[in-house]
């Protein structure tokens, strides 16, 4: 079974930083291509950044600079560094992970940036 957890959200105030962090099981992570996507109040939601197997990242222009997502195939984890926080980054953010079309989401951890 392929479990997708997340953790590492919270409340922080507007230019500070938050590193999020998600594990996975049951899935042969070091050939899957993970992302990290969030969802706003009353928004789709929308892809924030991804990583492939090799290692190739894609970010959304809303955080391009801001925002860095790095994984570790030893602990199958995922990762999102997320600086220079602003009130329009908050959301729900979800850990995605794709294999050869079989898509796994985990149950997303809030992230609140204050102004």
């Known amino acids: 079974q392929v479990?997708?957890?997340e953790s590492g959200?919270?409340?922080?105030?507007?230019?500070g930083s938050l590193r999020l962090?998600?594990?996975?099981?049951g899935i042969i992570?070091?050939?899957?291509?993970?992302?990290?996507?969030?969802?706003?109040?009353?928004?789709?939601?929308?892809l924030v950044a991804g990583i492939t197997s090799g290692g190739a990242t894609n970010y959304?222009?809303?955080v391009k600079g801001r925002f860095t997502i790095s994984r570790t195939n030893a602990n199958t984890r995922v990762y999102l560094q997320m600086?220079?926080?602003?009130?329009?980054?908050?959301?729900?953010y979800y850990c995605n992970a794709n294999l050869q079309g079989?898509?796994?989401?985990?149950?997303?951890?809030q992230v609140t940036v204050s102004s």
Do not use: H
Request: aromatic share 12%; proline share 4%; net charge neutral.
């Open 3 to 5: 479990q997708l957890v």
């Open 9 to 15: 959200g919270g409340l922080v105030q507007a230019g």
């Open 21 to 25: 962090s998600c594990a996975a099981s």
């Open 29 to 46: 992570f070091s050939i899957s291509t993970m992302g990290w996507y969030r969802q706003a109040p009353g928004k789709q939601r929308e």
């Open 60 to 62: 959304a222009d809303s």
């Open 83 to 92: 600086n220079s926080l602003k009130p329009e980054d908050t959301a729900v």
């Open 102 to 109: 079989f898509v796994y989401w985990g149950q997303g951890t």
